[in-house]
């Protein structure tokens, strides 16, 4: 996988959205396009954070609410929400996302650690955070977002589907 990560200038770049009123970042180079929202078949047996599928110039792309992976409270689709595609593990999955912001250009370090008080065993996929003048952005890892066991449901549940 590309990593938008440059040693020599010591910038990265990340996509930013908005998720329950919190800006989130994800480097640039998981990140495979960006759509809008568009009518998601349900998949029966999936875990409850998945959305379901859809039909992506055909092919099948599971797609999970990180809303309701991050157990935040789920709200009604809007007209900003968009399906952010990613590359997760070498398999492209759709999140659901509130609102796509911006690009953005930042310094490596500008990013701190997260702090301990903060993580848990459950959330390994904060990478940091990052300062911003009057802001703070999320830096997710969307490799360690699901768990193995998660990617492997939703591989199953595309591969059902698309039979």
Do not use: H, W
């Amino acid at each position: 996988m590309t990593t938008a990560i440059d040693t020599a200038q010591g910038e990265e770049q990340l996509v930013v959205f908005d998720l329950a009123a919190e800006a989130y970042g994800v480097d640039i180079g998981a990140v495979r396009e960006i759509i809008r929202m568009q009518d998601i078949t349900k998949v029966p047996g999936a875990p409850a954070f998945v959305e379901g599928i859809i039909n992506l110039r055909g092919n099948v792309i599971p797609v999970v609410d990180l809303r309701k992976r991050f157990a935040l409270s789920v709200s009604e689709a809007n007209r900003d929400n968009r399906i952010v595609v990613v590359d997760i593990g070498g398999q492209d999955i759709g999140v659901v996302v509130d609102a796509v912001t911006e690009v953005l250009r930042i310094a490596a370090d500008s990013v701190e650690p997260p702090s301990a008080v903060i993580t848990t065993a459950d959330s390994v996929y904060l990478l940091g955070i990052v300062k911003l003048e009057g802001r703070l952005v999320i830096l997710l890892d969307l490799e360690k977002v699901l768990t193995e066991s998660e990617k492997n449901a939703l591989t199953e549940a595309a591969a059902i589907a698309a039979d």
